[in-house]
């Protein structure tokens, strides 16, 4: 994947990676964090451009919480079950979940601020709350991100299995209306 794509774009995830469950979850981070900078670029200009805009809003209201679902009920579900006291990974994934509750929340300011920038077409500069929603917002995104990459991923792939793997790889499949990524083609 490159930094981005054409203009900025926040680029799909290649849909192979549904067979790497653990690395669709990684490729998911890199596109959060590709969205957090173009929205600390954005908050910075008065300049009106629509599309960017509209890109973000859609990933807010589809895409994330989409990933919120595919963590909040089979990857984290999953880590509970297969995982062994000393992991100590309950207290990490209770506060990653009261993460997620907020990021929905700022996530929905963002929104707001979003449609409003669009029907007024102008840029998010344009409004005083923009810098201080955008940077809660992503400075929290950045370090939820970080502590699923460092100590949540590593610990899945310690812990689950490839049968848990096939099966996560199915839900996050069957959630976005996808086939089973581990048949066989005909």
């Known amino acids: 994947m490159t930094a981005k794509g054409p203009q900025g774009a926040i680029e799909p995830i290649p849909l192979d990676l549904l067979r790497e469950p653990l690395v669709w979850f990684f490729a998911e981070h890199y596109r959060h964090r590709n969205l ?8 910075q200009s008065a300049v009106f451009d629509t599309e960017p805009l509209e890109e973000i809003l859609r990933f ?12 909040e009920d089979d990857l984290f579900p999953l880590l509970r079950r297969r995982c062994q006291a000393d992991d ?3 207290t990490v ?10 990021d929905l929340r700022d996530a929905s300011a963002l929104m ?4 409003k920038a669009i029907a007024d077409r102008r840029g998010l500069a344009a409004y005083a709350q923009a810098a201080s929603l955008v940077q809660a917002f992503c400075k929290s995104q950045k370090r939820h991100i970080a502590v699923e990459n460092a100590v949540v991923l590593p610990i899945a792939r310690l812990r689950l299995d490839k049968e848990d793997l096939h099966d996560l790889g199915r839900r996050l499949a069957a959630r976005r209306g996808l086939g089973d ?3 066989r083609a005909p």
């Open 112 to 115: 707001t601020l979003l449609t």
């Open 93 to 102: 994934l209770g506060i990653l979940s009261g993460d997620h509750a907020n």
């Open 60 to 71: 807010l209201d589809a895409d994330l919480p989409l990933h919120i679902i595919d963590e």
């Open 181 to 183: 990524p581990f048949a």
């Open 36 to 43: 957090c900078e173009q929205l600390l670029e954005l908050a």
């Open 88 to 90: 100590q990974i309950e």
